[in-house]
């Protein structure tokens, strides 16, 4: 069974960097084809696809998004990370993190983890 | 950026069939999925690959298109379908479209 939860901060202030944790189950970041991705909706709005991480450490960002972005993995701890730096009221949406099937082409997100609210506000 | 343009609502009756429309602003070859999201609940894969239906969706659920334009259609739409349904792409980036938020008459 694929179980994903994310955890952060719940509020922090404008300029401060954001650390977010993906913590997974019944699945290996170390699987050929496996992948995690995170995802932002502000309330009532859209997704936003931030970043994915690959088995083989490659990574991709979102490209308005790429100067403040970090994705990162701990495959021995099955754990993904997300650190946004420099956030503003902008930044304050729901985060999600979502297993990526990538075995087969093309890739998308099969499961997801039930979301983190955060809230950036001064 | 691929923008994917979906019509922001649709209302239908119980019953009916409805088509929920995608359209790229490039091709994305077959790379489109899509997904259904309730109130207060995370997104869940209803179909990947532009008309493959993932598991334990019901098959009332259907994709089809390729290239720039997309369909997803519910057929016959229940009263459970009330939801907002976002497609997104995997071919250049990943992009997702606004949603289309189905209501029931």
């Known amino acids: 069974q694929v179980t994903l939860k994310e955890s952060g901060p719940g509020i922090l202030q404008p300029s401060q960097t954001l650390s977010l944790t993906c913590t997974f189950s019944?699945?290996?970041?170390?699987?050929?084809?496996?992948?995690v991705g995170w995802i932002r909706q502000p309330s009532g709005k859209g997704l936003e696809w931030l970043a994915n991480i690959w088995w083989d450490d490659d990574k991709y960002y979102n490209p308005s998004l790429k100067n403040r972005l970090t994705i990162s993995k701990d495959t021995s701890n099955n754990q993904a990370f997300l650190k946004i730096t420099n956030v503003d009221t902008a930044d304050t949406a729901t985060y999600y993190c979502?297993?990526?099937?990538?075995?087969?082409?093309?890739?998308?997100?099969?499961?997801w983890g039930q979301g983190v609210m955060v809230t950036v506000s001064s | 950026d691929t923008v994917l343009t979906q019509s922001p609502a649709l209302a239908v009756s119980p019953g009916e069939r409805v088509s929920i429309s995608c359209r790229a602003s490039?091709?994305?070859?077959?790379?489109m999925h899509w997904y259904q999201q309730k109130p207060g609940q995370q997104p869940k894969l209803l179909i990947y690959?532009?008309?493959n239906l993932a598991s334990g969706v019901p098959a009332r659920f259907s994709g089809s298109g390729s290239g720039t334009d997309f369909t997803l259609t519910i057929d016959p739409v229940e009263a459970d379908d009330t939801a907002t349904y976002f497609c997104q792409q995997s071919w250049n980036e990943w992009t997702f479209g606004g949603g289309t938020k189905l209501e029931l008459k």
């Open positions: 019944g699945f290996s970041l170390s699987t050929y084809g496996m992948g």
């Open positions: 490039e091709g994305v070859n077959s790379y």
């Open positions: 979502a297993r990526i099937e990538g075995e087969g082409i093309p890739p998308y997100f099969d499961y």
């Open positions: 690959k532009a008309s």
